[in-house]
């Protein structure tokens, strides 16, 4: 079982955890199980497909996790409220996100509203993917870029439901995806979104209400250059 250690979240902190979800609860699902409420154990009862319901179980086993260490107390006591669209939150000025591929699971907390997503090449095919894509979007994103902009595309969709035009994306990620980086950075309005590719085949995309955050991945400070939009200066988170 993981620890439970109490962290501190300051105003432009944005925290990320990276698990591959076989290494923890691995003899039982049973333990796992007992991080659900009620309606969360009957959602889980509902889902047909097994991984689904083994990634929701995870999910939600170390998402409260995550949360106890930033909230303090029981994560099993961790109360999550839902919107509409089934999307966990909680009261106050405490932003959170989860994204899954496979066995990999990231979760963001944050001060600000944020999305993120994570996909393993291996879990998804590049042309299924592309077949996703609107015309305009199939016709600026080569099948190489296709990752980094997929996760990213993903993350602002999950840190903003209207945002639904792909044009304002697609001009802020363009000089980005040119220069071919590991991780990059930029603007989109207020937005700040950041691409980070941990090891080779695992995308990490993130996007946060916020021009200046300061970002951490498994408790260690990152450093993303910041592309200017449309320019060629840069700074680092």
Not at 132 to 149: A, H
Not at 173 to 181: R, S
Request: hydrophobic content about 40%; glycine content about 4%.
């Amino acid at each position: 079982m993981l620890e439970k250690p109490i962290y501190h979240l300051a105003e432009h902190e944005v925290h990320l955890w990276y698990f591959k979800t076989d290494r923890y609860f691995s003899s039982s699902m049973e333990s796992a199980l007992q991080y659900l409420d009620a309606k969360e154990f009957q959602r889980y009862e509902r889902l047909l497909n097994p991984i689904k319901r083994h990634q929701f179980v995870l999910g939600r086993a170390l998402l409260k996790q995550v949360l106890s260490w930033y909230l303090g107390g029981s994560a099993k006591e961790i109360q999550l409220l839902y919107t509409k669209e089934q999307k966990p939150y909680l009261k106050g000025d405490f932003a959170f996100n989860l994204a899954h591929s496979g066995r990999h699971v990231l979760i963001a907390v944050a001060r600000h509203a944020i999305g993120v997503d994570v996909q393993v090449e291996e879990t998804i095919q590049v042309e299924h993917v592309f077949q996703g894509l609107s015309v305009l979007e199939q016709q600026r994103v080569q099948r190489d870029e296709l990752y980094r902009y997929w996760v990213l595309k993903e993350a602002l969709w999950k840190a903003d439901n209207n945002q639904s035009d792909p044009g304002p994306l697609l001009d802020a990620i363009t000089p980005c995806l040119e220069q071919a980086n590991d991780t990059f950075s930029f603007l989109l309005d207020f937005w700040c979104a950041a691409y980070l590719s941990p090891s080779q085949e695992l995308h990490m995309g993130l996007v946060v209400d916020d021009q200046h955050p300061v970002c951490m991945l498994n408790g260690k400070p990152l450093e993303i250059e910041m592309i200017e939009n449309l320019a060629t200066s840069s700074r680092m988170l």
